[in-house]
């Protein structure tokens, strides 16, 4: 992000419309593309779908670790329909014109979301830290009034920090260039466009992306490090397999989203190829919600079992 000297008043411009040119830049796949996009939007709602739906009906899945899970999955829905809905429209009618305020709005809510599953991941650490530390405690501390105080928390905690960061954030002058060179609103490339000084936006961004990101990353491998000694402490192999493998599956998505969001937006500001940010972007916004339902389901025997229960209904 460059900081920018500013601009006379005369050459202000007001911008009352972006342009998103995500992909633009490949006229002849944009039909590819949507095909691709729509089948992965589908595959992403029926597997977080079908997650969230067994794991309300069957009476096998109803322990906090699965009350968890249904509530991640239907965050993943919502954090995916954020993007790609939009994206689906702009590349499907070539229409890429996006007004300031549904941008607000995209931005606000996709922060939201993406805030949400950080701290979402970060109850769910707590939460096999709880039932591999302390087991015999573990009905008791995790019981369901805390289970929903803590998913209630995850999701109410970043609502005025997101809101107060897009209003300061769209409350910068615009001019000149009114092209977002991205498939959505996310905050670098839409402070490229801003007239100005944006270092004090710039500083906002990273501090929240500590707060929301660094913070409960560091509690997950804080919490996995002494799940870790536990493990290792256990008398015999099959136990250790068998502990482990009810943490296994959380692991692999917290490595997944957190590893890249935290190079999105924790890297120093060096020169780099946007084309490499929107396709780091496409990877924790789309690529990785769509792997997660497969990483849960195949190394998850009581969700297989429970999958296979619902198939042969």
Known sequence: MNHQEKPSQDNLTEIIEFVLLG????????????????????IILMSNGTIFLITKMDPALQSPMYFFLANFSFLEICYVSTTLTRMLINIGTQRRRISLVACATQMCFFLLFGGTECLLLAVMAYDRYVAICDPLDYPLVMNPRVCIQLVTGSWITGIPVVIGQTYQIFSLPFCGSKQINHYFCDIPPVLKLACGDTFVNEMLVYTVAVLFVMVPFLWILGSYSKILSIILKLPLATSQAKAFSTCSSHLMVVVLFFGSAIIAYLRPNTRHSEGTDNMLSLFYTILTPMFNPMIYCLRNKDVIMALRKLLCK
């Open 23 to 42: 992909f633009a830049d490949m006229p002849h796949l944009q039909w590819f593309l949507f095909g691709l996009f729509l089948i992965i939007y589908i």
